[in-house]
T-cell receptor, first 109, second 114 residues
Framework: QQPVQSPQAVILREGEDAVINCSSSKALYSVHWYRQKHGEAPVFLMILLKGGEQKGHDKISASFNEKKQQSSLYLTASQLSYSGTYFC??????????FGTGTSLTVIP | DAGVIQSPRHEVTEMGQEVTLRCKPISGHNSLFWYRQTMMRGLELLIYFNNNVPIDDSGMPEDRFSAKMPNASFSTLKIQPSEPRDSAVYFC????????????FGPGTRLTVL
């Protein structure tokens, strides 16, 4: 039931782009994305609902492919502040909610 | 606004004791979520409420766990009796509405059960 995230870890230089993927074996109603810095609470980034959509704000955007039960988070022109662990959370059509294992993102100067 | 408020921030207790975690959501928010995070199990959604009504509690691990939301400004998560494996950081989050664009997390309660 737990969605699979890839990659598990990524290191970027400032200004580089990254893509984090999240896939589920179950039919999904929604996908949530969060970022968490060490020792802090998660920060909710965005939610994408069934129907397939793409959202974004600033240089972070995401897409949801309903047919493939996949979502991708796109980080463009990464900044040092983007470092942290990114989690996807998936809600299936049975209202069950599961988090992925996380992707550690490190942005270096 | 003060944001989501959780108390206590840290709790150390002995196995078998009752533990109550508290959460005050942001005023006007209709949805409230309880999460647990551990190194072994990662981040888990335990239960969520909408308009003070529990919507899904399938994430609550055992009958030892219970959650209530008696009114729109207060929620509790109770563990009775507590066990060492309950040690974790427990987060509460609130949202203007279910499946809203934004959930606001509280700072978390770090629970240690000896």
């Amino acid at each position: 039931q737990q969605p699979v995230q890839s990659p598990q870890a990524v290191i970027l230089r400032e200004g580089e782009d990254a893509v984090i993927n999240c896939s589920s074996s179950k039919a999904l109603y929604s996908v949530h994305w969060y970022r968490q810095k060490h020792g802090e609470a998660p920060v909710f980034l965005m939610i994408l609902l069934k129907g397939g959509e793409q959202k974004g704000h600033d240089k972070i955007s995401a897409s949801f492919n309903e047919k493939k039960q996949q979502s991708s988070l796109y980080l463009t022109a990464s900044q040092l502040s983007y470092s942290g662990t990114y989690f996807c959370g998936t809600e299936n059509t049975g209202n069950q909610f599961y988090f992925g294992t996380g992707t550690s993102l490190t942005v270096i100067p | 606004d003060a944001g989501v408020i959780q108390s206590p921030r840290h709790e150390v207790t002995e196995m078998g004791q009752e533990v109550t975690l508290r959460c005050k959501p942001i005023s006007g928010h209709n949805s409230l979520f309880w999460y647990r995070q551990t190194m072994m199990r990662g981040l888990e959604l335990l239960i969520y409420f909408n308009n003070n009504v529990p919507i899904d509690d399938s994430g609550m691990p055992e009958d030892r766990f219970s959650a209530k939301m008696p009114n729109a400004s207060f929620s509790t998560l109770k563990i009775q009796p507590s066990e060492p494996r309950d040690s974790a950081v427990y987060f509460c989050a609130s949202s203007p509405r279910l499946r809203s664009d934004t959930q606001y997390f509280g700072p978390g309660t770090r629970l240690t059960v000896l």
